[in-house]
């Protein structure tokens, strides 16, 4: 039986795979500053990870995973971004409340889920996170890993260097 019977088992559109562009897309912080994600992530190490929704138990873990590692993340030369379909408020509070030292993206209108292949059919983010190296996709994660979102980052980029 074909999965496209079942559009809700899995996402809208098809993911963004290893060796795409950073989708050049802009959307606000919880600041309300706006974000381009293709200029963020020309140079270095870009993180963009998704979660359906700010202050959940999930959602939660994922970005507490990135901002416990946070040091190694930045000897490592990573910018993260955290994405959901959250408005501003929700995100800053939810930035607020865990402390996370990355700035969360307010994807009200839903261009980054859909650029990036992530929006399921009731228009939230599936939890999933891509990693790109010099404004290329080096490694994805279709699931979004909670506990250990950025364990799996590191190792991926430790196996990298020679």
């Known amino acids: 039986m074909s999965l496209s019977l079942f559009p809700f088992l ?13 989708p050049a897309v802009t959307c606000n912080d919880q ?3 706006p974000v381009e994600l293709a200029k ?17 138990p999930g959602c939660t873990k994922q970005g507490c995973s990135l ?5 190694q993340l930045q ?6 971004y955290g994405v959901s379909t959250d408005n501003e408020s929700s995100q800053k509070q939810f930035k607020d409340e865990q402390s996370f030292p990355f700035a969360l993206l307010a994807d009200k209108d839903k261009a980054v889920t859909e650029a990036f292949g992530v929006k399921n059919l009731i228009g939230m983010a599936s939890r999933s ?3 790109f190296k010099d404004g290329v ?9 909670t506990s ?3 364990e799996q980052v590191l190792t991926f980029i430790k196996t990298q260097k020679h």
């Open 10 to 22: 899995g996402n809208a559109a098809e993911k963004l795979a290893v060796g795409a562009k950073v």
């Open 67 to 71: 901002r416990d590692a946070w040091s």
């Open 148 to 150: 250990d979102q950025a």
């Open 40 to 56: 963020a992530g020309a140079q270095g190490y870009l993180l963009v990870y998704f979660y359906p929704k700010a202050s959940t």
């Open 31 to 33: 600041d309300g500053k």
């Open 75 to 80: 000897k490592q030369g990573v910018k993260v």
């Open 137 to 145: 996709c080096v490694w994805v994660d279709p699931k979004g890993s």
């Open 129 to 131: 996170a891509f990693l």
